[in-house]
């Protein structure tokens, strides 16, 4: 039999030609670049084969000199809700009884609280200093920044991480601080992008870690410290928060969220107890007003503890100034 033969196949028309934006090859290469080196060293590996173990505190000169800021300690927490911007605010008015000039800058843009705990009214700006520059406000004798001076209180900050970042190192290096013996950053609940920010581009003296009892919190906790040990920022001492329940009434104490959480963690980063704070109406009533208890009970027992927490500050930044800086060697 004589094979049909094939019948060809009609050729597909021409493709329309649609106006599209060229891609970019290195697109990819260019994002990460624009996120820095310091966090890629956490999530990619080396030509070795070898993970990195993470960012490294760059050297001074690589860090932006905060003008008019003698000393930076920064407050965290691994997670919200323990006390951590409380904490801040008394600590900073404490040190500030103590003598020293003391300014405190809210790194929480996308919930600032110390606007409302200094009692700041809404709808306060910060005044020009020159182009693109503010002065702080002052509140209870000490310098403060936060973005709720910048905003509405109700707007949202809708923004993402490196905006946050972005808007957060603006705040540190934009305003004119008045010769600072202390800075303190209240900083955002994590490990995130402020606290990368914060350890990569300025000279940090040291942390300070908010936690409860819980153990919950203290896993949180373990986080923040290992961080900070990362970036060789030293963590100056635990504040253990709401330690124990006083009941307003009758005066009895209870220890609801368990017992010796900060000094075990402490101990386990051969770090101190720098003090124990009660879970008390008063203190939260307080800062609610605009009124923190440094301010609104001077005399009283938990401004002492306060007090002395900011000594032990005071002590460690002064004791490591002048010890000047350790080397470390490595193997590899």
């Known amino acids: 039999m004589t094979p049909h033969p094939r019948t060809p196949r009609a050729k597909p028309p021409p493709r329309r030609q649609t106006s599209r934006p060229e891609a970019t090859p290195t697109s990819a290469v260019t994002r990460r670049r624009a996120l820095g080196p310091a966090v890629l060293r956490g999530v990619v590996r080396s030509a070795s084969g070898k993970a990195y173990t993470g960012p490294t505190h760059p050297s001074a ?3 932006d000199v ?57 709808g306060v700006r910060p005044e020009a200093a020159g182009e693109n520059r503010m002065r702080p406000l002052e509140a209870h004798g000490i310098q403060a920044m936060s973005m709720a001076f910048m905003v509405d209180i109700r707007e949202p900050m809708v923004w993402r991480g490196p905006m946050v970042a972005g808007a957060f190192q603006q705040l540190l290096t934009q305003t004119v601080w008045d010769d600072l013996d202390y800075l303190f950053i209240d900083m955002p609940p994590g490990t995130g992008d402020i606290q990368l920010t914060l350890a990569q581009k300025v000279p940090v003296d040291g942390a300070v870690i908010v936690t409860t009892p ?42 609801i ?18 003090g124990r704070l009660p ?25 002492a503890t306060f007090r002395a927490m900011a000594r032990q500050v005071a002590e460690q930044v002064q004791q490591q100034e002048h010890d000047g800086p350790s080397i470390s060697f490595s193997k590899e």
């Open 66 to 122: 905060i003008e008019g800021v003698k000393h930076i300690v920064a407050v965290a927490s691994g997670k919200g809700g323990v006390g951590k911007s409380t904490v801040t605010v008394n600590l900073a008015l404490a040190m500030a009884a103590e003598g020293y000039r003391v300014g405190v800058l809210d790194a929480d843009i996308h919930g600032p609280s110390q606007a409302q705990m200094l009692g700041v009214g809404e």
């Open 257 to 274: 969220f368990g017992e010796g959480g900060g000094e075990r963690i402490a101990a386990e980063y051969e770090t101190r107890v720098l």
């Open 214 to 255: 819980q153990d919950i919190a203290l896993l949180d906790a373990r986080k923040g410290i290992e961080m900070f040990r990362k970036v060789n920022v030293p963590v100056l001492g635990v504040v253990e928060n709401m330690s124990l329940h006083v009941c307003s009434a009758c005066g009895h104490a209870e220890p």
């Open 61 to 63: 000169k690589e860090q």
């Open 279 to 303: 879970l008390a109406l008063a203190i939260r009533e307080q800062v609610d007003g605009g009124r923190p208890t440094v301010v609104a009970e001077p005399a009283g027992e938990v401004t």
